[in-house]
């Protein structure tokens, strides 16, 4: 059995918060952003105000058997489940859309869990975490580059194999019961995943906050017991600097058994303890940190070979569709804007001129999005003033 952490407190009264009106709208506010056009959404403001009572009932009913309700009909029931596989980055996923109500129950838990994550989180886990995604880790990476070149003479980087597939849902409540001493708020959780014994359901808003908990323990374990403090987690992804490589293989050994006894789960086999990159005199030692979608070398940063084939594949498509006088898709325009994010903070700049400036003007590109956005925001104008004469 876990122990509660010291200095780590215990939280009560969190099937209370769940209730608060506040919370149930400041909910809704999060679930429906880029969603206003969606029938199911459009369905829920059409009505919003007995939505809300209607959420809260459900909550209010929502309780462990042996605890009476006033209306067990109103309970919460969790949706048939239909996985979706898909083909992402070279592996095949099963995404589980969940119900909209459902989706708004998410976000409802996810505000009251957000304060107890956030607490105790490791200040340079990333990925699913507000502020805290891929260029946050990038620009520590690069300040221990910079300011500490002894420091990251080594790295080790591995990843938890399989890792939303294996978490099991008994272990998972097991390490929520530690400081959540709450009994009606768990059973909402458990009651949300308790058809996937095994695995967190990818889709589910709630996974990603649940999985970041989980790991909580491991980034202790190699930043304070291990004293390795320059790690950087992206979700089950990690890597570690140290200047003494058996302090690095140590770091995998004690990991692993702790993964194993404690969440029965595994790192992949195929870790890497490597001499970081370094061009001497006469020959380059060493090889780069491929962490987050970049490439670190100790006098620049790039990006994958894969990525920048895919953005020059891109650009090159939006300039013949020009060239033929063709109208550009929105999907395109945006992917486009969003790969331009990856050149302007790497050190990229001369690909950037030969292969995607003589094919897309990328001030255009935002003035496209800008004005679809400008009309969006209009549209979400007239919602918000529909739904405040409704509630007067």
């Not at 209607?54 to 009909?73: G, K, Q, Y």
Request: proline content about 5%; aromatic content about 10%.
């Amino acid at each position: 059995m876990s122990k509660r952490e010291p200095g780590h407190k215990e939280h009560k009264y969190l099937y209370r918060q769940m209730l608060d009106e506040g919370i149930i709208r400041k909910a809704f506010r999060k679930l429906r952003k880029g969603k206003g056009k969606r029938p199911e959404i459009q369905a829920i403001e059409a009505d919003f105000e007995n939505e809300v009572q209607a959420m809260r009932e459900m909550i209010l009913n929502t309780r462990p058997p042996e605890v009476p309700v006033p209306n067990p009909e109103k309970a919460y029931k969790p949706h048939e489940r239909h996985p979706k596989r898909i083909f992402e980055r070279g592996k095949w996923r099963n995404i589980c859309k969940p119900e909209i109500h459902e989706q708004w129950l998410h976000h409802i838990i996810v505000l009251v869990l957000e304060p107890i994550v956030t607490a105790t989180a490791y200040r340079f886990s990333c990925g699913s975490m507000p502020k805290k995604g891929a260029h946050f880790g990038k620009k520590q990476i690069e300040k221990w580059i910079r300011q500490d070149p002894k420091g990251v003479r080594n790295f080790a980087k591995t990843d938890i194999r399989h890792f939303y597939d294996q978490i099991r849902l008994k272990v998972l409540m097991r390490e929520l019961a530690i400081r959540i001493k709450d009994a009606w708020f768990l059973f909402i959780i458990w009651l949300c995943l308790k058809d996937f014994k095994r695995g967190l359901p990818l889709g589910f808003y709630l996974s990603q906050w649940l999985a970041n908990y989980l790991l909580e323990p491991l980034d202790r374990l190699l930043t304070r017991t291990l004293g390795i403090k320059k790690t950087v987690r992206y979700m089950d992804d990690i890597t570690m600097f140290h200047p003494n490589k058996k302090t690095l293989h140590r770091a995998i050994l004690e990991a692993t058994k702790m993964l194993g006894q404690r969440f029965r789960l595994r790192l992949k086999q195929n870790y890497q303890v490597c001499k970081f990159w370094f061009k001497g005199k006469k020959k380059t030692v060493g090889r780069p940190v491929d962490f987050m979608g970049f490439l670190f070398f100790r006098d620049r940063t790039t990006i994958r070979k894969r990525t920048m084939l895919r953005a020059t594949n891109l650009a090159g498509r939006l300039g013949r569709m020009a060239e033929a006088g063709k109208k550009f898709f929105k999907r395109h325009v945006s992917a486009m804007l969003s790969y331009m994010g990856w050149f302007t903070c790497t050190d990229t700049y001369k690909c950037y001129e030969e292969r995607i400036k003589p094919f897309v003007e990328v001030r255009k590109l935002k003035r496209i999005i800008s004005k679809i956005q400008r009309r969006q925001n209009h549209h979400d104008q007239l919602d918000q003033r529909i739904l405040c004469q409704q509630a007067g």
